[in-house]
Every structure is written in C-alpha cells, then in structure tokens.
C-alpha cells in the first residue's frame, strides 16, 4: 500500500515586478508588483480557488507578501508572515543584470555558470544556506501541521522555491536551477516520509 502523504504543498512564485520585467538579480531589495503582476496572481487564485488550504504562508517582502493577500481572498484561510521564506541574498549582484556582473565580476559570473555552489560568488547566501533555512521552515510546518494530507500554500520567490523544490525532489542544485518558477507559476507537490512527489508544474 502507498505510504499516506504528511503534506501537499503549493508553491508559487510572486507576481512580475519592474526588476524582473528588467532582468535584474531582486533578493532583499523590495517593490510592489506591477499591473502585470497583480493580474497574474489573480489568474493563479482563480485556477486554485477550489483547493481547500489550510494555512497561507509568505515571505514579508511586499511583493510576496501582496501575491498572498489576492490569493487569500479566494481561500480566506489562516495567513502568516515567516522570515525564513525571504529571498537569497545577492549582496553586491543585487539589481543588476546577467550582463552587469559578467562585466563587472567575470570570475565569480564564470564560477556560477559552472555550478560551483561552493561558496556565495556574490558575497550573499550560499546555496546551502539558503537550503539549511528553507528546510528549517518546513520542519516547522510539518510539526505545526501533524495532520495527514492537509494542503499548505507558500507565497516567496523564484530562487528561495527553486532550492526547496530541489531539497523536497533530491534533485542536483546548480547556478541555473533545473525548475524555474515564472511569475505566478505554481509548484505542487506532495509531501511523504521519504521525500517529495511533483505532481503539478505552471
């Protein structure tokens, strides 16, 4: 018999923001989102809006943390802020453009392209910490949430989600992610005792 599922997750992305609009490295700097946005997460909401979710969770960046405000409005649940959701921190490649660093910081762009997730190129996070406080999160939320097969929607951001999503599917991460979360794009999956099952990507 196949295992019983502890969680089913719904991961998505923020909607569009001018930096991304732009191409530009967007961790700890934050905006609203755009019309362009706004108007993606409400066609997510409306694909989602029958799921039963028991409880909404965020980063508190305003643009994550507005995508979970029009998303509730569809599920009216139980919504909270966590700290651990944020973004990666880019420090000194913060809103600037792939072109931008290779010009400015050749070796470091070089380095990441390769997948050496060693170190932080940018002078920020590594990718392991950035996995070690994800982890941490979900660990929270599976003992805030015992109850098998309950659905637990998260609001973050494109390279915080790719890295969880590669802890939850033990999958290889790299400079490039092989999931790449476009604005709004909903990950789901489910969640067992020996891992993750992706059984939806948008």
Aim: glycine residues 8%.
């Amino acid at each position: 018999m196949f295992p019983e599922p502890l969680l089913n997750l719904l991961l998505i992305r923020h909607g569009q923001t001018q930096a991304n609009v732009e191409g530009r490295f967007y961790g700890r700097s934050d905006s609203e989102m755009t019309e362009a946005g706004r108007e993606q997460v409400r066609a997510t909401a409306e694909r989602l809006k029958d799921i039963d979710v028991s409880h909404l969770y965020a980063s508190p960046a305003i643009r994550a943390k507005h995508t979970a405000e029009i998303l509730n409005e569809q599920w009216k649940t139980d919504f909270t802020l966590d700290e651990r959701l944020w973004e990666i921190d880019h420090n000194r490649w913060e809103l600037m453009t792939p072109n931008e660093i290779m010009a400015k910081y050749p070796q470091d762009w070089a380095k990441f392209l390769a997948g050496d997730m060693s170190q932080a190129h940018h002078g920020g996070e590594t990718q392991e910490q950035v996995s070690a406080r994800a982890m941490n999160f979900l660990d929270s939320v599976k003992a805030d949430h015992p109850c098998n097969g309950e659905t637990i929607a998260l609001a973050a951001h494109g390279g915080l989600l790719s890295v969880m999503l590669c802890d939850l599917l033990g999958s290889q991460k790299r400079g490039w992610w092989p999931f790449r979360f476009q604005n709004a794009g909903v990950a789901k999956v489910i969640l067992y005792e020996f891992g993750g099952v992706l059984v939806g990507f948008e």
